[in-house]
């Protein structure tokens, strides 16, 4: 069971196999404010998706270990409770080929690393509406 969390405040869920690049997204998200869950592999965040648990907003890498990202956006795709969930890919990988998968695959929009924080903020606040 995922933690408690205030009523009112999105939960998004972080998946990226970089450590470092995870927190970085975790310390600005959380003064956002929103409550941010870290997975590092795809099959961890299929797991936890898989759950009732509320999960507002994804923001996936393509290179995962276990469980590849674009695969993980298609598994979340089939999933009755996350069929509309907002999901943000987050990737090294730009090219246009996993761009066009990735947006035929559902994905609300594609954000090339290196990234700046604030303009990733800026994106989320604006699919929530604040």
């Known amino acids: 069971?995922?933690?408690?969390?205030?009523?009112?405040?999105?939960?998004?869920?972080?998946?990226?196999?970089?450590?470092?690049?995870?927190?970085?997204?975790?310390?600005?998200?959380?003064h956002g404010p929103y409550d941010v869950l870290l997975c590092h592999d795809g099959v961890a965040a299929l797991?936890?998706?898989?759950?009732?648990?509320?999960?507002?907003?994804?923001?996936l890498d393509i290179?995962?270990?276990?469980l590849g990202g674009?695969?993980?956006?298609?598994?979340l795709r089939r999933l009755p409770h996350h069929r509309d969930?907002?999901?943000i890919m987050l990737t090294a990988k730009g090219n246009e080929t996993d761009r066009t998968q990735a947006k035929a695959l559902g994905a609300n929009d594609f954000i090339v690393k290196p990234f700046s924080p604030k303009r990733l903020l800026a994106r989320i606040d604006e699919i929530f509406g604040v």
């Open 63 to 66: 290179m995962l270990p276990r």
């Open 70 to 75: 674009l695969e993980l956006l298609a598994q």
């Open 47 to 59: 797991d936890l998706l898989r759950r009732d648990d509320p999960i507002d907003l994804v923001l």
């Open 1 to 30: 069971m995922l933690p408690a969390r205030d009523k009112g405040i999105r939960r998004i869920l972080v998946v990226d196999d970089e450590p470092h690049i995870g927190r970085i997204i975790e310390f600005k998200l959380e």
């Open 85 to 87: 969930t907002p999901v």
